[in-house]
């Protein structure tokens, strides 16, 4: 009776010091839960009802721990013990839902961190069987249901299986219909499905997914308040979903779209924000690809505009910073080819010096860069 007492007091008191740490984010508040935790399940007596109850705590304090500092030994130590709570959770019990779903969810983590396909196998497998242990009615259906989609799409980008895309739209689809009108998710899990669609799509080339993919994503627009942090990425999404179909169909009001939902979530971006370069980046793009087919020179100079404030808001030694460069490099040509005068000549050769010079020695599109500027000289 001693050995239980203890532990519920330990383990509330690991409980006390996480709600504190969710207000200060000080990590030794979690180093203190984890020590709580670990002592509420030492004391536990054999075979005690709130066994798997205090396993769970002991792995949540774990991968909270993971969460700030990114050791993999939380996440290991989160997994093992949520391995053996649901090892000691008869079938039927109403918690044991909850540990199959913590289960899956640091599996999916461990596969974003390692690209190990049997991790994400692992997140699909107790996710699915905590699909089945919770009842449709349960609010947390809808969530499992959301993230069993999320581990399908993550397998399928891995191994382009087509019978996990096909499995993400179906628990997908089963989300958002689970999830009530007005619910804080409902965008997001319209844009998940709106998301599988367009990769199925992306796969199979079969345009009725692309038209599914912007039903889905217009209705995650719409679902979304102004003002929502999520919604430049679900109007980009939307603004991609026009842009593969502009290349499927080459209906112009297509791109139109692309740039109106890319212009949007420019717009909804405040300065500073780290994807502002990358939102910059894909309006331009969307300007250049409609400047091909209608060869309106207004669409190749808002191109190089938005190129420009790319490369301009885009720090030194950024990963995508030689694409954008070189992205920039070929709307400044594209548009010299089309006006073809002096002072368009002069104008280009300056930028694309800049550019040259800008891109690291060895890169892959140095050598297009160099015959780019030698037949800017040449005209």
Known sequence: MV????STWFCNLGNSYLDHFKHTGNLQDIKYAISHHQKAVEFAPSGHCYFAYWLSNLGYSYSQWFKCTGKWQGIDHAISYWQIAVGFTPAGHPDLSNYLFNLGYSYSICFEHTGNLQD????????????????PDNANFPIILNNLGCSYSSHFEHSGNLQKIEH???HHQKAVESTPPGHAHLP??????????????QHTRNLQDIEHAIIYHQKAVESTPTGNANLPTILINLGCSYLHCFEHTGNLQDIEHTIIYHQKALESTPSGHADLPARLH???NSYFYQSEH???????EYAIIYHQKAVESTPPGYADLPTWLH????????????IGYLQGTEHSIIHLEGIVESTPPGHAHLPGQFHNLGYS???
């Open 3 to 6: 050995e239980e007492h203890s």
């Open 120 to 135: 994400i196998e692992h997140a699909i497998f107790h996710f699915q069987k905590a699909m089945e242990s919770t009842p």
């Open 168 to 170: 993400a739209i179906i």
């Open 188 to 201: 997001s899990r319209l844009s998940n499905l709106g998301n599988s669609h367009l990769s199925h799509f």
């Open 282 to 284: 894909n309006l331009g």
């Open 294 to 300: 209608t060869g309106n020179l207004q669409d190749i």
């Open 327 to 338: 992205n920039l490099e070929e709307s400044h040509l594209y548009h010299l080819k089309h």
């Open 377 to 379: 000289y040449l005209h």
